[in-house]
């Protein structure tokens, strides 16, 4: 059986070496491409087979779920899962929702990665129990909002903001206009209710966003 094709895609060459390095001692798993660039992940997808992306959220340039997004209209057969070092309990509802496959935190055991890339190729999803019974319980509450009402865009402009870019700065690294950065940033503080920079990185620290 021809192994299944794996793109590990983390901006920090130590960590996609570390999983290759973990996956390598599954004969049934190739490692086929390796990269911090969602430009050459999404080239190499368009031209050859592949399986299952392991995609860090938090990316330069744009998000894991933008990415997400991309990769699943290119060929939604591909299996996702998520990777992040960042708050779980916020990022794994949200994996969930946007459709990955599963979701590990990085704080984590790697053994949960090499898990997690086994039960997704045998046709299972692989996300923490608490964020299974919490998806569960909020199902029986229809209308209630799963975590804080920002869209994933929003919060990756917010994580931008509490880190101390500028509005062009940011439109830069989306590749967005400045005009789109600054409605973002007019909502994000309207809905969050929140009127300067010292308020919004205290509610990024409080919700592990940093």
Do not use: W
Request: aromatic share 6%.
């Amino acid at each position: 059986m021809k192994p299944a094709s794996v793109i590990i895609m983390d901006e920090h060459p130590i960590v996609r070496m570390s999983i290759e390095v973990l996956l390598q001692t599954n004969k049934n798993i190739e490692i086929t491409l390796k990269s911090g660039d969602c430009h050459e992940t999404l080239d190499y997808i368009r031209n050859h087979p592949v399986d299952m992306v392991i995609l860090d959220i938090e990316l330069p340039g744009t998000d894991g779920f933008t990415l997400l997004k991309r990769i699943k209209q290119l060929n939604d057969k591909i299996k996702v899962l998520f990777l992040s070092s960042k708050s779980e309990s916020f990022y794994a509802g949200r994996a969930m929702r946007a459709g990955a496959n599963g979701f590990v935190s990085k704080r984590k055991d790697l053994g949960d990665i090499y898990n997690a890339v086994e039960m997704l190729l045998g046709g299972y999803s692989f996300f923490p129990s608490d964020t299974l019974n919490f998806i569960s319980h909020l199902n029986m509450r229809k209308g209630m909002l799963m975590d804080m009402p920002l869209s994933n865009r929003e919060v990756t402009v917010l994580r931008y903001l509490a880190n101390g870019l500028s509005n062009k700065e940011i439109a830069g690294q989306l590749l967005l206009s400045n005009k789109t950065i600054s409605a973002h940033k007019s909502n994000i503080y309207t809905k969050l209710g929140v009127q300067t920079i010292v308020e919004l990185i205290d509610y990024a620290k409080d919700h592990e966003l940093l």
